[in-house]
Every structure is written in C-alpha cells, then in structure tokens.
C-alpha cells in the first residue's frame, strides 16, 4: 500500500510526461474498439464488485441476505465480468505480441501490465470453480475477513486465509503485485478518470465572422 499510493504521488509530482494510458489505436485500430470495450467494462465491474464484496462487513447484508447468497451472486456478476475482462484482455495482449507497428513503438512494461492483467482474470475464473465446490459463503467471508483486516492495518491478516484453496491465495498475491507495479507502468492513468466529462458544459465554438 506504501508503493502504491507513495509511488503514484511521487510519479505524478516527478513524472507527469510519463502520466499516460498511451493508447495505440492509432498506430492500429483493427479490432481495438472491441477489445478496449470489453475489457474497460468487465474490469470496472470487476474491481468495484471487489471492492464491495469484500470490503462490506457481513453485518450490513446478513439482515436480509445469506452469506451463500451473496456468493452466488458474486460468481454470476463476476462470471461475466470475467468473461468480458479475459476476452478482451487475450485481444489487447495478441495485439500487442503479434502486431508489427503497436509492437515496435510498445514498451516492454505496456505488454508486461496486460499480461499480468490477463493472468490474474484468468486465475479470477478459476476460483469461480473453486468456489462451485462451497456455496455456503465460509471461504468467501475468510476472504472477506483478510481484506478488511488488510485496509484496517490489522495485524496478521495471513491467518483469515490459512487453509483456503491454494489458487484464492495466488489471485491474491498476483493482486498485491499489481498495486506493487501500479506506480512504474501505465495503470497510473486510473487515477486521471475523467469523471468531470459527465458533468462539464459542451464545447462552443463561435462561427468565423
């Protein structure tokens, strides 16, 4: 969490040059509409229903929803999720690797991001399977217990996942090394969401006298 928040700031104080998502549409835009597309879309819905799957104590939805519940519903919504993420995620890195003009003026940080991003989604579905075999919610609120003890600086947060299938512990550790690599390549751009688009007035432009 140092990394990632001290990192950004320092790269945003140092570096706003290198502040960038550097989109290559230009360079090639043969299927980039439909990758990005798919790709933004699932990886929004799957990082806020993170954020709200596990940061949500049990307390606040156990008066009107079950724990096994709510798992089954993080399995459809991040069923799907996923599938856009993985799909679109494949698309972007072949694109990366196979193109000949994005590949040139690409870095190697630009396909390492993507390929990490596409390793963890597919390690993502995996649990899906993982978590088929329990649908009662235990080894979600494990999760749940670990992350919340994670953002509260609670010590010892390993011990909530002792136990837990081996491949809930490699999504996990893959995500913290994305945070850990988040200030050095283009995620930066996250931080520079233009929300204000919604909002802001049209453009006017006066006609020539």
Known sequence: MAIFLVGSWLRYDHGQFTWKAGSSQMLSSSGMRLASNLFHVGILLIFFGHLVGL??????????MSAGTKQIIAIVVGGVAG???WVGSFMLLKRRLTDPRVKATGTF?????????????TL???TIVASLGHLDGSVMKQLSYWAQAVVTFQGNPAQYIEGVHPIYKAHIFLGITIFVVFPFTRLV???SAPVEYLTRRYQLVRKRA
């Open 55 to 64: 940061l949500t104590p049990s307390w606040v939805y156990e008066p009107f």
């Open 83 to 85: 599938a856009m993420c």
């Open 109 to 121: 940080a630009d396909t390492l991001v993507i390929g990490i991003l596409w390793v963890q989604v």
């Open 124 to 126: 993502g579905m995996l």
């Open 189 to 191: 751009h996250v931080w």
